[in-house]
C-alpha cells in the first residue's frame, strides 16, 4: 500500500513544480510594462540597442525572451520619464545581458510563494552626436516578488511573479543608467494598466504608492519611506524599504541608523538585503555576513551570498 503521507509530499513538491514552470519543461512568457510615455518638450533622449543575450541566462522562456524584453521595457521606462540635461542630441547605450536568473520559494505550510530575480548587464553609454563612448560599466536588479500560494493555486503563479519582479528590474536598471550613470534629471514615469484586475495581478513595488520616490533615487521622500516602514501591511513596508534601497549606493548617505533590524516578513527582508548591498559599505557587508548566519530562506541566503561574492551591487553616482 503507497503511504498517504508519501503521496501528500509528491503532491505538495509537484504543486511547487508547477508554479515554478519546472514540471513537464514549461515555458516562461515575460512580458514589458506598459509605461505611459512622457509629454516633456525636448526631452534627452536615451536610447538602448537591442540588449545581446549573454551566456548566462538560466530557464527556459518563450521568444523573443529576457534579453530583448527587457530592451523593450528599458526603452519604454526611459521614453516616459522626460529626461533633461546632460549632452545635446542624448546617448545610445549597448548592453550584453550577462546574468539573468530567477530563483522560486513556494512554501506550502507557510502559504506563500516568493520570487527573486536576477539581472546583470555590461553597458557601455555613447553621445549620440559624436559616438564618444562617455561610460562602460555594469548594471545590476536585485528584485522580489511575492504572492499567496496555496495547495491547488494556478500554475500562473510564476509567470505573474517573474513578470512584476522583472518590471521593477527593468525600470531601475534605467533609472540607475540615467540618473547615476548619465547624470540626468528625471521626472517619475506611469505604468498603465489595463484595468484594475491586470493592476492588482501585475502591479510590482515599484508601482506602489511609493514607486516614484524609489525611482528618483534620492533621499527627498525617505521620512514619510521610513514611517510607512513601520506599517502593519507589508507590501507598503516593502515599497517604504525600496525607497531607502534606491537611495543607496556608493559614496551616499544611508538614511536608516546604523543597525538595521531585519523584518519578520520574507519581501520586506529581501528589500532590506537590497538596500545594503547597494549601499555596500564595510559596516553594510558586515550586517550582511551577520544575516547571512541567520537566514533561513533558501531565496534570501541566496541573495544575501550573492551580495557577500561581489561586494555589493550599489553604483556611484556620476559627477559629470
Keep these: 500500500m503507497v503511504d498517504r503521507c508519501e503521496v501528500a509530499?509528491?503532491?505538495?513538491?509537484?504543486?511547487?513544480?508547477?508554479?515554478?514552470?519546472?514540471?513537464?519543461?514549461?515555458?516562461?512568457a515575460l512580458s514589458a510594462p506598459n509605461v505611459a510615455p512622457s509629454q516633456a518638450r525636448a526631452p534627452t533622449p536615451v536610447s538602448i540597442e537591442p540588449i545581446a543575450p549573454g551566456a548566462a541566462i538560466a530557464g527556459n522562456f518563450d521568444p523573443p525572451g529576457p534579453a530583448s524584453v527587457l530592451t523593450a521595457a528599458m526603452n519604454g521606462e526611459l521614453a516616459g520619464r522626460a529626461l533633461h540635461g546632460g549632452e545635446r542630441g542624448g546617448y545610445s547605450v549597448r548592453c550584453t545581458l550577462d546574468r539573468f536568473a530567477l530563483r522560486h520559494h513556494a512554501s506550502v505550510t507557510e502559504g506563500r510563494a516568493l520570487l527573486a530575480l536576477y539581472a546583470d548587464l555590461s553597458c557601455e553609454a555613447r553621445r549620440t552626436a559624436d559616438g564618444a563612448a562617455v561610460w562602460r560599466g555594469e548594471l545590476r536588479a536585485r528584485t522580489c516578488s511575492a504572492e499567496s500560494h496555496l495547495l491547488g493555486s494556478d500554475p500562473g503563479t510564476h509567470g505573474r511573479l517573474a513578470n512584476r519582479a522583472l518590471s521593477d528590474a527593468a525600470r531601475e536598471l534605467a533609472s540607475d543608467l540615467a540618473i547615476r550613470v548619465l547624470g540626468l534629471a528625471a521626472e517619475p514615469s506611469a505604468r498603465v494598466f489595463a484595468d484594475e484586475g491586470e493592476q492588482r495581478s501585475a502591479a510590482g513595488l515599484d508601482d506602489s504608492p511609493f514607486g516614484p520616490a524609489a525611482l528618483s533615487e534620492t533621499s527627498a521622500s525617505m521620512d514619510a519611506a521610513m514611517r510607512a516602514t513601520r506599517?502593519?501591511?507589508?507590501?507598503?513596508?516593502?515599497?517604504?524599504?525600496?525607497v531607502v534601497a534606491m537611495a543607496a549606493g556608493p559614496g551616499d548617505a544611508w538614511q536608516a541608523g546604523a543597525t538595521l533590524s531585519l523584518d519578520d516578513d520574507e519581501l520586506v527582508r529581501f528589500v532590506q538585503y537590497k538596500a545594503l548591498a547597494r549601499l555596500g559599505t564595510p559596516a553594510a557587508m558586515a550586517q550582511l555576513s551577520s544575516a547571512a548566519a541567520r537566514e533561513d530562506d533558501p531565496v534570501l541566503s541566496e541573495l544575501v551570498a550573492d551580495a557577500i561574492k561581489t561586494g555589493g551591487t550599489g553604483l556611484p553616482r556620476s559627477h559629470r
Design 231 to 242: 506599517d502593519h501591511d507589508a507590501e507598503l513596508r516593502a515599497a517604504a524599504w525600496n
Design 9 to 28: 509530499a509528491v503532491a505538495l513538491a509537484c504543486v511547487a513544480a508547477l508554479a515554478c514552470g519546472a514540471c513537464g519543461g514549461r515555458w516562461l
